[in-house]
């Protein structure tokens, strides 16, 4: 399959260079093509074609080759073939993936169409709405600029560069950075250099398509740092395209260098990364500007200001070129005493410039809001909206700040403007359902879901968001079917467990289809065994179906994982009370609407009570 892949690369290449090369021995630089790329949180994101339909993909600098979810190659109807290589699997964070391949007819990219393009298929889907990733099959044709701070990735082609500083934005004297690059390949074609963590040797992959940064185990290990080290704290689980998440924690590096850059006291995740020591993700692309020079063997970067993984918003008077406070003391960099200033040597492939644009506006205004700078981020979508009024996508994305800033009657005028402009507008829907979820206004939410409901693809990962949303406004059967649509094309995404739990959970409280609200926890507990979730579902289906020993056999496991489930400790103590076990039945009650006022009203209305 390699070979087949392989041979697509100068073809799209070929596609792509668009200006013929330089002459004579000065380093210049020629841009092959934008991309632009809109923040959507921490995840980047970038618009293309499937045969003629948009398509929002993650821009994943760490995956191998682009990949769509099964789901999305079925929305989209594409072919699956699982013979072309017999066994086909790869692995990612979460463990081993089944796969497929698919052939795209025409896939847009650059605004070019390109044609008979290969995915891959399998894995999770990587959430934000988008159908998959694009990789390093596109993004090592060429060196590779990522400004993701101003909304954009760019490739480049460098003619007589080999000994150039590429970081040609970077004025004289200013401090920049460089490091050695591994020689990629087909089978390893990823943007991996060495650094070092507490002094400690380790293998840094540049990955945009993860969220945070994350240190490997073994990697934290040979820095000193252990899950049991004093002041580590859990982090919850990380989701890959693997079927299972990984456990994380996050603890306090003193010193991190990559390349000639330094980062003191940076507080990051760590976990079992299997492979690799660590991951670079958007946290860090976000704060730096990094050139690729595949051309070189070489990566070049500079700091942006601000935190470089501590996104937290900056004091109000702090700027985002300040140096940050403790405990993520901003980078030192000392220029290489054998670099070629970009004056010198380099011609730039254009001059940058403040973005003016309404749409380039927005995407630096995503950026800013994605490093919690949410006050400068609303300006900027101030000048956006300004410019571009009829543009609705720039309403949503305010909204989203104003959220962030604790201005929900200006975020549901904004949304309120964006279906205005937009009645199909599916993820403002989604956002207005929950505002007015949490501005108790049901009869609004169930309008709005019902409306997302008729417009979502019948395969698309929003149906997980729906039946969340449908549950919390009181509407088990309409989350029910939400789930059925959502778990039909998801077996191999790793919040499978999670989709069975909440079917389990919503016929549980529906009180029918018992059986199959059993299976539905028992399959989901056959990923996850020690899941409370799962287990405080199950005692409810338990209780239900008057098996009161079981059910209890299953609060207690729960409630020894996670002593604070409200539903946990009520359950227990109604069945407690069924049994005669009058005291132990109400303290567990009283526990149970301690934590949850109105849990015992809930309980009543669906019928469980002693």
Known sequence: MFHRLCRQVPALLALLILVPGAHGGECQLKRIAELPVTMNGLQPTVTAQINGTDALFTLDSGAFWS???????????????????????????????????TTVKAFTIFNVPLHDIDFIVGGSDVGENTVGVLGQNLLRIADVEYDLGQGAMRLIRATSCKKANLAYWAKPGSGYSEMEIAQPTPLEPHTV?????????????????????????????????KPDSPGVQPAGGMFGFGKSPIRTWIATFPVLKIG????????????????????????????????????????????????????????????????????????????????VTASADTKEPTKDSTPEDAAAIARHAAALA????????????????????????????????????????????????????????????????????????????????????????KESDIR????????????????????????SVHSQDARLPHALNERCWNRALEGRQLDQALEDCN?????????????????????????????????????????????????????????????????????????????GETARKIGVVP
């Not at 929305?75 to 066994?87: A, C, F, I």
């Open 67 to 101: 990949v769509l979810s099964p789901a999305s190659a079925a929305q989209y109807k594409l072919h699956l073939d699982y013979n072309r290589v017999p066994g086909f699997y790869f692995k990612g964070i979460g463990g081993k993936v089944d796969a497929a391949i």
């Open 523 to 599: 399959a989901g507990l056959r990923h996850n065994s020690h899941s409370p979730q799962l287990l405080d579902s199950r005692g409810l289906v338990y209780l239900r179906s008057g098996k009161l020993d079981k059910a209890i056999a299953d609060y207690n496991a729960a409630l020894k994982i996670n002593p604070r489930i409200a539903w946990s400790l009520y359950g227990r103590g109604v069945a407690e009370l069924r049994k005669g076990m009058t005291g132990q039945g109400e303290a567990d009650i009283a526990a149970a609407t301690a934590l949850a006022p109105g849990l």
């Open 370 to 457: 994605a490093r919690r700078n949410f006050e400068q981020a609303l300006q900027e979508f101030n000048r956006a909206c300004g410019l571009a009024p009829g543009e609705p996508t720039c309403y949503y994305q305010r909204a989203r700040v104003r959220l962030d800033l604790r201005q929900a009657d200006l975020a549901t005028s904004d949304l309120d403007q964006a279906l205005k402009l937009k009645p199909d507008y599916l993820d403002a829907l989604v956002a207005r359902a929950k505002l007015n979820l949490f501005k108790e206004n049901r009869s609004a939410v169930v309008a709005d879901l019902d409306a997302a409901d008729r417009l979502a693809a």
């Open 464 to 487: 997980l968001t729906l039946a969340s949303l449908y549950e919390k406004a009181d509407s088990p059967e309409q989350a029910l079917t939400q789930l059925d649509l959502w778990i």
């Open 260 to 339: 000639d850059e330094e980062v003191h006291n940076a507080r990051l995740r760590f976990g079992d990364l299997g492979p690799w020591d660590m991951l670079l993700g958007s946290d860090f692309f976000l704060s730096h500007r990094i050139y690729v020079a595949n051309s070189q063997g070489k990566l070049y970067f500079t700091y942006n200001g601000g935190p470089v993984f501590n996104l937290n918003p900056p004091p109000p008077a702090q700027t985002a070129a300040s140096k940050p406070a403790a405990p993520d003391d901003g980078p030192t960099t000392e220029p290489p005493s054998s670099a």
């Open 193 to 225: 250099g060495i650094g070092h963590l507490n002094g400690a040797k380790i293998r840094i992959t540049f990955d945009s398509g993860a969220q945070v940064s994350v240190v490997g185990l073994r990697a934290a290990a040979s820095a000193g740092v």
